[in-house]
C-alpha cells in the first residue's frame, strides 16, 4: 500500500530525526523538521505510522505550546487540553492497540482510505463538549465502538466538572479567594486524567479528584503560623552559619504551603536558596517526605516486592543510563524492580529513564496501577511523575526558573510509588547517603527497611568505575555499614570516560537491547552485569555480588532477559 502523503516520506522521517536531537537539547525546531511533519499527520497529508513515538509525542507537545499560547481564552485552552487527555484515556482501556491515533476535525476521505493503522478514533470537540466520536479502521476485533461512545461519555463529565472549575479560576471567584496565578491548575491538566484508578466507573468516582492533594490555594486551606516569610527571617535565611534548623511541624507546614501554591515567587525561590545553603537536616527532609507522599503521591503496591531505584530526576548528559538494562537482567534473574523519573525535569532536564525506555518502545506514560502490573507482568516497572505525584510535577517552572537544585530534587527520588521495602540510590560523598538513611529513618510514611547506595556516575544509579563506596543500612541492625569494592574484580575494569555516549537516551537504548540480546561482550556488558547484580544483592536475593554477576551473565545468555524486553514492549 503506497503509505506516502504530501511528498517522499524518507524525507519527512530525515526531518524527524534532527527534530528528536533539537528537541532533548531544547532548541527551538525549526519549521521545516518534525513540529512540521505533526503539522502534516493533523492534516491528513502524512500517517503518524511514519513518526516514532517519542518523536512524535515531544513534537506534539511543542505544537500544543503553540496553539495554547495563541489561544484566547481559558476555555478554548481546556479544549486542547480534552483532547490530551482523551488520548491518554483511549491508550489506558485498549491495552491491545498501543498506540491510537487522536485527530480533531472531520476526517479526510482520502487520508482515512489510505492509513492502515488499526484503529483511528476522530474527535470533533465543540464548545468543550465531546460531541462526536467515529471509530474506523479494524476494529470489529479490538474494540466495540459502544465501549468507545460511552468512554467519550465519561470522559465529558469529568471534563466538564473540571471546566467550570478552570473557569472559576480564571474569574477569580474560588471559594471567594483572589488568586494571581489563574492559571496554576492548567499544568495539571493532563496529570489529572492520568492518575486514574482501576476502581468501578461511578458518576462519583468520576468527579473525584484522583490525588487528595489541594491543587491551589483556596478559602478552605488551612495553615499553621509559620508562612515562609516568617521562617525567612526568623529561622532559616540569616545565612549559612547563623541559620537554624526548622521543626518537624514546621518543615510541613513549608512544604504544605509550597504544594498549595500560596507562597510569592520570590519568597518560595528564597527559601529554596535557604534550604541549600544551610544544608537540610534529615528531620526536614523527613517532614518534606511525608508531606510528598500525603498530599501529592498515589502509590500503587504490585503483588511482588520490588528494589526501588531512586535516581536524580533530571537526568544524566555524559554516559550511558545502565538502569533500564540492569533493572531488566536483575528482572529475568528474579529479582523485581522498580524505577521512576519525570520528564525533562529541573535543573538539567537531561535525558532519565523514561526516554531510555521511550527510545525502547516501552508505555511510560502509564497510571501508578498500570505501572504496578508492570512489575507483577514483567518483573520490571516504571513509574511516570506526572501520573503518581502531579504536585511535585506542578512545581516544574518555578524549580527551572531557579537555576540550581532544591530539596525537591532530593525528595522526589524518595517517593517510593510502589512501596518497595528496599531502596537503591547513589552518592557522591558518603555523608550525603548517610543522610538518606536518617530521612527515612525521620520518615513517618516510608517503611523501608533496607537502603544500600553506592557512588554513582553523574548522580544516577550506575555504580562508579574503579574504587567505589558502598553503604547499606537496614532497620534491623540501625546502623550504616560502608566498604570499598574494585569494579575490576567483578570484571568492570574500565574508566568513568569508556562508558560515556553522544546521545544518551538513543545510545543507551541501543546499547540496552544488543546487551540484551547477548550481541556485546565489552565494558558496557560488564557494567550492565554489576549494576544487575548490586540490585539482586540488595533485595538479598544472591549472597554475594559476584553471585549476582553470574547469574546476570546467565539470563542474558539464556535468551531470558531479552524476553523480559520484549514483555515490557508489548505491555
Not at 467550570?164 to 479560576?169: A, K, P
Not at 507546614?253 to 507562597?263: S, T, W
Not at 534550604?275 to 527532609?285: A, F, G, V, Y
Not at 501529592?296 to 550511558?320: F, H, I, L, Q
Request: charged share 30%; net charge negative.
Amino acid at each position: 500500500m503506497d503509505r506516502t502523503f504530501g511528498g517522499d516520506v524518507q524525507v519527512r522521517e530525515r526531518r524527524v530525526v534532527r527534530v528528536r536531537r533539537r528537541l532533548r537539547r531544547h532548541v527551538v525546531p525549526r519549521e521545516d523538521d518534525g513540529v512540521e511533519a505533526v503539522r502534516e499527520v493533523e492534516r491528513g497529508e502524512l500517517p503518524a505510522l511514519h513518526l516514532r513515538r517519542t518523536v512524535r509525542d515531544d513534537a506534539e507537545r511543542v505544537v500544543s505550546r503553540e496553539r495554547l499560547d495563541g489561544l484566547a481564552s481559558t476555555r478554548e485552552r481546556v479544549d486542547v487540553r480534552m483532547v490530551a487527555g482523551f488520548r491518554e484515556m483511549v491508550r489506558h482501556h485498549v491495552r491491545d492497540v498501543p498506540r491510537p491515533t487522536v485527530l480533531v476535525g472531520e476526517p479526510r476521505e482520502t487520508y482515512l482510505a489510505e492509513f492502515p493503522h488499526p484503529l483511528v478514533v476522530v474527535v470533533l470537540v465543540v464548545h468543550h463538549r465531546l460531541v462526536r466520536v467515529v471509530v474506523l479502521g479494524d476494529v470489529e476485533e479490538r474494540l466495540d465502538a459502544h465501549r468507545l461512545e460511552a468512554l467519550a461519555e465519561e470522559f465529558t463529565a469529568r471534563a466538564t466538572v473540571l471546566t467550570e472549575r478552570i473557569v472559576e479560576i480564571e474569574e477569580h471567584r474560588v471559594d471567594g479567594v483572589s488568586h494571581t496565578r489563574p492559571y496554576a491548575l492548567e499544568s495539571s491538566w493532563d496529570s489529572r486524567f492520568l492518575a486514574r484508578s482501576h476502581e468501578p466507573r461511578t458518576s462519583e468516582s468520576l468527579l473525584r479528584r484522583p490525588s487528595q492533594r489541594p491543587y491551589m490555594a483556596t478559602g478552605e486551606q488551612r495553615f499553621g503560623e509559620w508562612p515562609l516569610k516568617r521562617l525567612m527571617t526568623e529561622v532559616v535565611g540569616s545565612g549559612h552559619k547563623s541559620a537554624e534548623d526548622m521543626s518537624r511541624a514546621q518543615s510541613r507546614e513549608a512544604f504544605q504551603r509550597v504544594l498549595a501554591d500560596e507562597p510569592d515567587p520570590t519568597t518560595l525561590g528564597a527559601f529554596w536558596l535557604a534550604n541549600r545553603w544551610k544544608r537540610n537536616t534529615p528531620e526536614e527532609l523527613g517532614a518534606y517526605v511525608d508531606v510528598m507522599r500525603e498530599e501529592t503521591v498515589e502509590t500503587a503496591e504490585p503483588d511482588v516486592d520490588p528494589v526501588d531505584c531512586g535516581a536524580n530526576y533530571d537526568g544524566k548528559g555524559r554516559s550511558m543510563i545502565f538502569g533500564v538494562a540492569a533493572g531488566i537482567v536483575a528482572a529475568a534473574a528474579g529479582t523485581p524492580v522498580v524505577v521512576h523519573s519525570g520528564d525533562r525535569v529541573p535543573t538539567q532536564k537531561q535525558d532519565a529513564y523514561k526516554h531510555v525506555l521511550d527510545e525502547l518502545g516501552v508505555h511510560t506514560e502509564l497510571t501508578p496501577q498500570d505501572s504496578a502490573d508492570m512489575v507483577d507482568s514483567t518483573g520490571f516497572g516504571y513509574y511516570y511523575q506526572p501520573a503518581f505525584a502531579p504536585g511535585i510535577t506542578d512545581l516544574f517552572e518555578r524549580r527551572d526558573n531557579m537555576g540550581v537544585r532544591t530539596f525537591v530534587n532530593t525528595v522526589e527520588t524518595l517517593a517510593n510509588p510502589a512501596n518497595a521495602d528496599v531502596h537503591l540510590g547513589s552518592f557522591y560523598h558518603l555523608a550525603f547517603a548517610k543522610k538518606v538513611c536518617e530521612t527515612f529513618q525521620a520518615s513517618e510514611q516510608s517503611d523501608v527497611s533496607k537502603v544500600v547506595m553506592f557512588q554513582g556516575m553523574e548522580g544516577y544509579d550506575d555504580v562508579r568505575p574503579g574504587y567505589t563506596k558502598v553503604a547499606e543500612w537496614t532497620a534491623e541492625n540501625d546502623e550504616l555499614e560502608d566498604y570499598e569494592i574494585e569494579t575490576a574484580e567483578y570484571g568492570m575494569d574500565v574508566e568513568e570516560e569508556d562508558l560515556q555516549v553522544d546521545d544518551v537516551a538513543e545510545e543507551s537504548a541501543a546499547i540496552t537491547e544488543e546487551v540484551l540480546a547477548g550481541e556485546r561482550e565489552d565494558a558496557f556488558a560488564d557494567a550492565v552485569a554489576l549494576n544487575a547484580a548490586l540490585r539482586m544483592y540488595a533485595r538479598d536475593d544472591v549472597d554475594s555480588i559476584q553471585d549476582g554477576i553470574d547469574d546476570a551473565r546467565a539470563v542474558i545468555a539464556d535468551g531470558s532477559a531479552r524476553a523480559v524486553l520484549e514483555d515490557l514492549r508489548e505491555f
